[in-house]
C-alpha cells in the first residue's frame, strides 16, 4: 500500500482528543486531515477543521459508517486510503446543531436516549446489534414530549425528531429518501407519538423508507428547525436528548442549521 509523503499519524487517547488533534494539524499546515474511525471520530475531526481550508479523508473503521456510505467510499479501509491519496475532492454541505458540526445526521429523542445507553465497550463487542438491544430497552418506557417547529411545518408535536444531510441513518438505511449532501437544505423526519405496541413494526417501516406514507409521521426539508421540551416544568430529563452522528450530545433545546457546500471530502 502506497504511503503519503509527509503523513502523520496520530493516536487519540480518550473523547474529544480528536478534536484537539485536528485543530493542531489544521495550525501546523496539513491541508488534508484523515479521520480513521467511525462516524462519531468522523464528528470529532469536524469539530476541529470547520471552518478551515483542509479537505477531510475518511477512514472507515466504525460500527455503522454511515457518513462514508453516504459518499460512496469503500468500507475496506486500505481501499479508503487509495481513494484519499488520489486526491479527488467534492464540496458537501455541513450540518450545525447549536453552533456545532453535523456531518450526517443527528436524532432528537428516542435514538438518543438509545445512544446514551450503549456503551463504548459493547458497542465494540457486539456491533451494531448493541444499538438494537438498547432500542428494545428503551421501547417500554416513555419519552419527553418535544416540539418541532420550522417555517415550512410550522410546529409540531413530537416523541423522535431525526435530522440528516443525505439519504442515510443507522447504516444503509434510507431514511431520508429525498435527501442529499449538496441541496443546502436538512432532510428532517418528525415522529408525533411513539406507542410501544407498535414500536417494532413502525422501526421497520422507518429503516426501508416505508414510513413517508405512515400517519403520525412528517417528512419535510428544510434550512433551520428548532426542537424542544414541550412540558412546563424544566425538570433536566424532561428535556430533549441529542445525538450527533451517533454519539451523545447531553440535553436541552437544539437548534439545526446547514452551511451549503461547507465541507470539502476525500471521494
Known amino acids: 500500500m502506497p504511503l503519503a509523503r509527509e503523513a502523520c499519524i496520530r493516536l487519540t487517547e480518550s473523547p474529544g482528543h480528536a478534536t484537539e488533534l485536528a485543530r493542531i494539524a489544521v495550525a501546523e499546515g496539513f491541508k488534508t486531515i484523515v479521520a480513521g474511525g467511525g462516524d462519531g471520530t468522523v464528528n470529532e475531526v469536524l469539530r476541529g477543521i470547520a471552518g478551515a481550508q483542509v479537505r477531510l479523508g475518511v477512514l472507515p473503521l466504525g460500527t455503522m459508517n454511515v457518513f462514508a456510505r453516504e459518499l460512496a467510499l469503500p468500507l475496506k479501509w486500505e481501499a479508503a486510503w487509495e481513494r484519499i491519496l488520489r486526491g479527488n475532492s467534492r464540496w458537501v454541505d455541513m450540518g450545525w446543531v447549536n453552533g ?5 445526521l443527528a436524532g432528537v429523542g428516542f ?60 447504516g444503509p438505511f434510507t431514511v431520508f429518501p429525498r435527501g442529499s449532501n449538496t441541496n443546502g437544505l436538512l432532510d428532517v423526519v418528525v415522529v408525533e407519538s411513539f406507542d410501544p405496541k407498535k414500536a417494532l413494526s413502525s422501526l421497520t417501516r422507518l429503516a426501508w423508507a416505508g414510513h413517508t406514507q405512515l400517519q403520525g409521521i412528517t417528512y419535510f426539508q428544510t434550512s433551520k428547525l428548532l426542537v424542544q421540551s414541550s412540558a412546563a416544568s424544566p425538570s433536566a430529563l424532561q428535556q430533549p436528548a441529542l445525538e450527533v452522528d451517533g454519539e451523545w450530545r447531553g440535553r436541552g433545546a437544539v437548534e439545526f442549521g446547514v452551511t451549503p457546500r461547507g465541507l470539502c471530502v476525500a471521494v
Request: net charge positive; with cysteine.
Open 100 to 104: 456545532a458540526p453535523i456531518a450526517q
Open 111 to 170: 435514538d438518543a436516549e438509545v445512544v446514551e445507553s450503549v456503551s463504548a465497550r459493547w458497542k465494540l463487542y457486539a456491533g451494531p446489534l448493541a444499538y438494537v438491544a438498547a432500542a428494545c430497552r428503551r421501547l417500554g418506557r416513555p419519552l419527553p414530549r418535544l416540539t418541532a417547529q420550522a417555517a415550512e411545518i410550522g410546529t409540531l408535536p413530537a416523541a423522535w425528531v431525526l435530522v440528516g444531510l443525505g439519504r442515510y441513518y443507522g
